[in-house]
């Protein structure tokens, strides 16, 4: 069972004008089985500004794929972050790489992966959707797409990013660190006031990886899948274990079955325990809600957090664990 953590009592949603108090008891009933159309906004981690960004578009009525585009592209300006974006560590060769997707009620998708000094890969993600009759576009192909359509080049690479890369390099060593060195890639969903169901996944990949590594996150299918029949779903941790279980359409799949978010998750992590050699030495996270709003979040280690947002408010819920 989910072991909730239960805080963050500031913002106030949807004009309810609700106290303190009262959003703690509203907090309380999350989650709740909502009717469809009730509005949410669901991400990895702790990342409250994003999930406020993206509850903004959808309290003003706005479409679900606006509202994860949005909000994970607070994400990926944020300097702190350094899994996602501006700011994201480089890979072992210095260059910070990135990849992203999105998913909307109709099953569009596109795909970003490998792409260097571009700060939003999302909404590259959602012209390659729009503009394109492809899924996914790399390295300089999805460069080159990115400048002739307005985005400007930039560097990413932080002077933090940079010392970090420097102080790795002195015994190159890869080794993924539990929820360190994963920490931060957001993955985000998000259910409109028309009920339908929309996600976008982006981060800059595991620290000081291979250059040319592509991780689960601009995977259609592992890094994030939605059908809006059914509900959907984000990955986060080691990239090449989601992929191996293709996880994201693994949860989805199982909730199509009759699995609540929760027992898809966890079954999904325990799919990935029972193959896979070695899954005590690193994290994989699945986050899911279905079209009633129901959320579920599991992962192998504890430590794995993921930050609500409904009517009411926001907060950052503890995931059950493996392990
Ligand atoms: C990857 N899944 O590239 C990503 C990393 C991640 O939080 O989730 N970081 O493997």
Redesign the pocket.
Known sequence: MTNRRKFIAQAILGGLGLSVGQQGKAASRWPISGLASEPAVIS??NNVAANRKAWKVLKKGGRALDAVEQGVRVAEANPEDM??GYGGRPDRDGKVTL?ACIMDEEGNCGSVCFLQDIKHPISVARLVMEKTPHVMLAGEGALQFALENGFERENLLTEDARKSWEEWKKESHYQPVINI???????MLAIGQDGNLSGACT????AF?MHG?????PIIGA?LYVDNEVGGAV??????A?IKTAGSFLVVELMRQGMSPQAACEEAVRRITRKQKGYEDFQV?FLAINREGKAGAYSIHKGFMYALSRQGGHEVVDAGHFI
């Open positions: 990895t981690w899994s996602v990849d060195e994963n920490h931060d890639t957001i993955g981060t800059s990949g595991a990886k590594r592509v991780g689960d996150s890094g990955a986060t941790g080691l990239g090449e989601v996270a």
